[in-house]
């Protein structure tokens, strides 16, 4: 094996990329490594590719906007088996593995939860050996690196692609044209829409690997380009920027990622970015149906299309266009089939990240389905009305929002088209049941659904923790590897002290690991033997970096007054991107910045409190930071995060939970029990009740010593001198409103952090909990997901 691949290295080498082994340069041996490797996954893709047309099966298509898949390299090696003979033939040569990885760019093609969670499906739909496709945009510049200048964020561009790709493949010949705007004909056995404007869409494929190799899928990006790229006689004319307006408009479609994980954009790009993927998708999908199967009636026996947010919702409008006014279908047969195929998953109740579109933006730029949507919504509206719901419900199901400026509503026209609409976690669903969807709910009772989230554990734990990894091997034998709900075995052995050493060694390991490359990023030392103290996630206030911020002004208060005490060492980690536009977002990664500072050239603090800003957090730092975690921080306004995913990365990782009951956190509780998690706060029930009866925070502060103090400290400038006012509103936004209930949830929030510091002053206590952990969330696989998709939506397994 070694010998192969060693073999098949040099040939690379030297006849892909043209370079004899004198020549080469560390990044040709990384690319070489690449394709040697992808040789081996391309047969076994074609393998798959083959089998699925043969046995004319059904295919799951998951259309999103994001996928955020970070590295390859160590993925695919890992599932295809060939880690070690390629670090021995690499090792040969005088390269090491490791650092040739460290070679390869994020591919960042995603803002946040949602867009790892398409990479983590994507993963365990290949490892399920189900037939799969993703679809989504291949942007040129993904999300942003975030460089930390003075303290505060800048966005810059990220260049994944300038090195080349050699993980992807062009399909010429998969090209569909895309239009825009125009007008609708009336011809005489129906409609056709004539777009003023259409640019190609041209698939690039990737190969996504599943585990052991068991089947390769496909993910298809598309990438936009004019269909006359130049206009000579314009250009002669000497017009040359004129000359190449029509690529320079197709560019820009697949440009950038927007940048916002919980604001709609609103811009009319974003909505041709989506019409522009969707329909390429919608197109692939029924022209493969068409060829292979012959009548477009049976679409939903072949094919499952999955909604990753609305973000695909025009998706149903395409799907209806195309049945209707090219296979000329009749409304109610085309209908029927379109619900019978989409499927919804919805990944947040924040008012302010539902879709919808002006009305005159939509009708412009896509008349044909305004037409449509149209449509769909009378024939909604008629349903709702037979069902005996009052007006009052028939304005919220509707899917034209007639409130002021008239819009299009994506979340309804995704429920409506969709014959599943899941949620992503079970507190999460039971709230869509109950406010956003309330009346969808009541008009289609059967249709909302519960699929908890779930991360897969290649790269969650075999490949971003390989101590932790050959420890539990040891311990129970190899049959987590293949099915992770198997770790529970470590539960008997979770009082074994000899067990619990060895995981310790592992995360301390880690936590060096980890603490010198902090060291590199950030100049920062940091203790190993401290508790690390671990929040990363997108800069949100709704997540509430600002309840962590304030809490450890109030401890560095606290250990500077006594000093005396002996306090459990602690290292705050805080990491994540603000949108660009997301004003007080910015404004708390400068409060940790300013924070940090203080408090780390405090020698009266004496090394027992660090803070740590993570410039540029991303799924290759996720990689490093959760396996050195000790406290997993998921601390986000009950009710607010629709599951998290995070918290399920760090729970398999060894940390422990300190959190709210929200989202999947929840559910990870009933997992581990309420003696190895550390729960606090307000439950969502609680949160809307004092909502309801007028929420006062300035009592609430003024009735908790620590919590004035801190939030009196930062309001007036203790940590920022040179600018005092710095965070005089974000501190008054507390004071006066504070949406997202820092004030209400402090107090609680401080006990349980001291009763963290009791739990880890018991050492041995702190290890059997960390052992309950790992053995009780192997149900977080996306393993498991995709298997709840599979029978209960899909109908694949
Ligand atoms: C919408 C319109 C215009 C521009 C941007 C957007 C946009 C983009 C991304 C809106 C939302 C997102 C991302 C949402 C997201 O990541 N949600 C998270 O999904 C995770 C996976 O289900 C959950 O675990 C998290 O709780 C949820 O916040």
Redesign the pocket.
Known sequence: MVADIDELLIDVLRHRIGKDERAAKPHDWFTAAALTLRDRIIDRWMEATRRTYAEREKRVYYLS??FLIGRLMRDALSNMELTGAMEEALRNHGFDLATLEELEPDAAL????????AACFMESLASLDIPAYGYGIRYVNGMFRQRIKDGWQLELPETWLAHGNPWEFERRESAYRVGFGGEVVGLNDGVEWRPAEEVEATAIDTPVVGWRGKRVNTLRLWTASALDPISLDVFNAGHHAEAMANQVRADSLVRVL??????????EL?LRQ?FFFSSASIQDIVRRHVQYEGDIRTLPDKAAIQLN???PSVAVAELMRLLLDVHGLEFDEAWDITRRTVAY?N??L?PE?L?SWPLPLFERLLPRHMQIVYAINSRVLREAHKAGLDDGAISAISLIDEGGERRVRMANLAFAGAHSVNG??AL?TELMKETVFADLHRLYPDRINNKT?GVTPRRWLQQCNPGLTSVIRDAIGDAFLDDAEKLVELDKLASDPALGERVAEVKRANKVALAAHLKELTGVRLNPDALFDVQVK?I?EYKRQLLNLVETVGLYDQIRSHPERDWVPRVKIIGGKAASSYHNAKLIIKLTNDIARRVNSDPSVGGLLKVVFVPNYNVSLAERIIPAADLSEQI?TAG???????NMKFALNGALTIGTLD??NIEIKDRVGDDNIVIFGLTAEEVAERRADGYKPREVIENSRELQQAVSAIATGVFSPDDPNRYADLMGGLYDHDWFMVAADFDSYAAAQRSVDQRWEDQAGWRKSVIHNIANVGWFSSDRTISEYARDIWKVL
């Open positions: 906007l994001e995603g803002n946040g939860g949602l867009g790892r969670l927007y940048p916002a994980d919980s604001n709609a954009a609103g811009q974003r989506e947010d609305t973000h998953t990944h947040t924040l990240a879709e992503v976690a999460h989230n997108r949100h986000s607010m995060e629709a599951s998290g995913t995070g989202g999947a």
